[in-house]
């Protein structure tokens, strides 16, 4: 009895701290909703990355087959400031990080459209950068992060095959003029490449399939 009695004590006193605990651990993440990252993503980004995500304006990025986590990330730092758009800053900062998963889990499930190359004097020059590298100025493959077909290594790295090549080039410039903060890695890549080599990279991006 004596046993028993002794165990039912240390029972109650341990219980407090066992709900202290549990009061400070964390919330889990919210289930996946694909039917509501549709819906959200219906009344706050269809306008400009059209209904399927895969966009028909050069200037906005076709979102479509993007890694999930790469769309949670980037909205996560358009909400905070850290990626700089006053328009995309906006629209994020109507999303809760629950919105945001079921966002990119819906786009990623979406299949993206094939895009092409525009300019057949410059695609060569874009695949030798993208596969290659420059290696004589330290230009590193953009092949060894984002793979061979432009598929990305999800959670790490970017979908890029078929992105509209107006947008890439633009975030090239950005990453090499520092307008684009959020990747020191984009920002070394971008600061050693001219605009016609840019144009390049970009335009053959946009034909990988």
């Known amino acids: 009895m004596k046993l028993l009695a002794s165990l039912l004590m240390a029972a109650a006193l341990a219980a ?4 202290a605990a549990a009061a400070d651990a964390p919330a889990a993440p919210a289930k996946i909703d694909l ?9 706050v980004c269809v306008a400009c990355h059209a209904a399927d995500g ?3 304006i050069a200037a906005n990025p076709k979102l479509a087959q993007q890694h999930p986590q790469y769309l949670v990330k980037q909205l996560q730092e358009f909400k905070s400031g850290k990626r700089a758009s006053p328009v995309m800053q906006g629209f994020a900062s109507m999303l809760s990080d629950d919105d945001m998963r079921n966002i990119g889990a819906w786009l990623a499930s979406k299949p993206a459209k094939e895009g ?8 060569a020059l874009g695949e030798r ?6 290696q004589d100025r330290h230009i590193a493959a953009c092949a060894g992060c984002h793979s061979p077909n432009g598929a990305g ?8 095959a078929g992105q509209h090549a107006d947008y890439t080039a633009t975030q090239l410039k950005e990453f090499r003029a520092g ?10 890549v971008a600061a050693k490449l001219n605009d016609r080599e840019i144009q390049a990279v970009s335009d053959y991006i ?3 399939r």
Not at 16 to 19: C, D, G, L, V
Not at 35 to 43: D, F, I, M, N, P
Not at 116 to 123: R, Y
């Open 16 to 19: 407090p701290a066992f709900s």
């Open 35 to 43: 039917a509501a990252g549709e819906a959200k993503y219906g009344t």
């Open 54 to 56: 895969n966009s028909t």
């Open 116 to 123: 092409f190359a525009k300019d057949k004097e410059l695609v």
């Open 129 to 134: 950068i993208y596969r290659g590298g420059l």
């Open 153 to 160: 290594i999800p959670a790490q790295y970017p979908r890029l």
């Open 179 to 188: 307008k684009r903060a959020n990747s020191a890695q984009m920002i070394d």
């Open 206 to 208: 946009a034909g990988l």
